[in-house]
């Protein structure tokens, strides 16, 4: 049965960061696949709370994902998101645990997330039935993370990674920001050569 990593996010736009922690979640978990699932952007509204100008368009964002997968062998792009096949985490594994026929997905998510998993939806039925790698971020204390009631309960199903401190300073965040500045230095930085090259396509660069 194949093991797969699963990285889910806004990917706005993608960033070096997400390409160093899917490689260390896949040496974590022994996975030779991946997946990317991209957010819709009704949840980057609705969950983060962007504003509709902090959304790059979601072709955009596709586009550079399937340039990634093309870049990486057995990677693969899901836009069961972003086409509103489901709307929550839980139904999305669901939905490829049965079409990749295995029960070894790991979902990768950052320690941030901790604060927020006891909101997710069918989030007893989330962390029991499935797999999580959790990567630390911002100096987290992960003894911390570990005691918190979700995490703790159902610690069986967690792997955790140090994602280390050169991606500490990476995020797409940044990447939008130096975009506004028109800083190019600063976006080649932080991601990828064929990304900007998209950008710039894309009138965004």
């Known amino acids: 049965m194949d ?27 022994g996975s030779d696949k991946a997946i990317l699932l991209p957010a819709a952007d009704s949840f980057l509204k609705s969950w983060k709370g ?34 509103r096949k489901t709307t929550c985490t839980y139904d999305s594994l669901v939905y490829l645990k049965k079409k990749f026929r295995t029960n070894s997905i790991f979902f990768v998510m950052g320690t941030e997330k901790a604060e927020e998993l006891g909101r997710w939806k069918n989030a007893d039925a989330l962390l029991s039935e499935n797999r999580f790698v959790m990567v630390r971020r911002n100096e987290d204390d992960l003894k911390t993370i570990i005691e918190k009631e979700n995490i703790k309960k159902h610690l069986q199903n967690f792997r955790f990674i140090d994602a280390g401190k050169e991606t500490q300073d990476i995020s797409s965040t940044r990447i939008r920001m ?28």
């Open 50 to 83: 962007f504003d509709t100008d902090e959304i790059l368009p979601v072709q955009t964002r596709l586009k550079i994902l399937k340039a990634y997968c093309k870049r990486h062998r057995n990677t693969f792009l899901e836009t069961i998101e972003t086409e």
């Open 3 to 29: 093991r797969i990593v699963l990285l889910g996010g806004t990917f706005n736009p993608l960033s070096r960061a997400h390409d160093r922690i899917l490689r260390l979640a896949k040496e974590k978990t």
């Open 178 to 205: 130096a975009l506004h500045r028109k800083d190019r230095k600063t976006v080649e930085a932080l991601t990828f050569s064929y990304v900007v090259k998209i950008l710039k396509e894309d009138n965004i660069a």
